[in-house]
């Protein structure tokens, strides 16, 4: 599988992670940090106590998600830490998802990092009402 794609589509996704950011609005207590030169176009921010936040949008399966991963140097955040960036980075009147996935498609480039995934689809966030039957 290439994780190559195409000059546009970068331009593209890197246009829509750009904007996403400008619309987030203030970021109390996290400070936007350069990215190294393999996450051009993405965009990462640190907040005052510790946690690193990256953001990217991009396109899978034909549908624009928003990816944001957050880490912690020493130790793996905590579900606040996760609900927090959620708030700030996806906002609440989004759904995100955390992917468990299958072993074959498992990446682990940091041992200290979880990730959040929201469509950005205007049908809806890609996810059923799991919550019908009142059990979230």
Aim: glycine share 8%.
């Amino acid at each position: 599988m290439s994780l190559q794609i195409s000059g546009a589509e970068w331009q593209e996704s890197k246009r829509r992670t750009d904007e996403w950011v400008a619309n987030l609005g203030a970021l109390w207590g996290w400070l936007e940090q350069p990215v190294h030169p393999m996450l051009e176009g993405q965009r990462a921010f640190l907040h005052r106590d510790g946690r690193l936040v990256v953001v990217n949008i991009g396109q899978h399966d034909g549908r624009w998600w928003l990816h944001v991963s957050v880490s912690r140097a020493k130790y793996i955040p905590s579900y606040e830490d996760l609900s927090d960036v959620k708030r700030e980075f996806v906002g609440n009147r989004m759904q995100a998802v955390q992917v468990f996935a299958r072993v074959e498609r498992h990446v682990n480039i940091h041992p200290h990092c979880l990730h959040l995934w929201a469509s950005l689809e205007p049908e809806g966030d890609g996810l059923p009402d799991f919550g019908k039957e009142g059990t979230i």
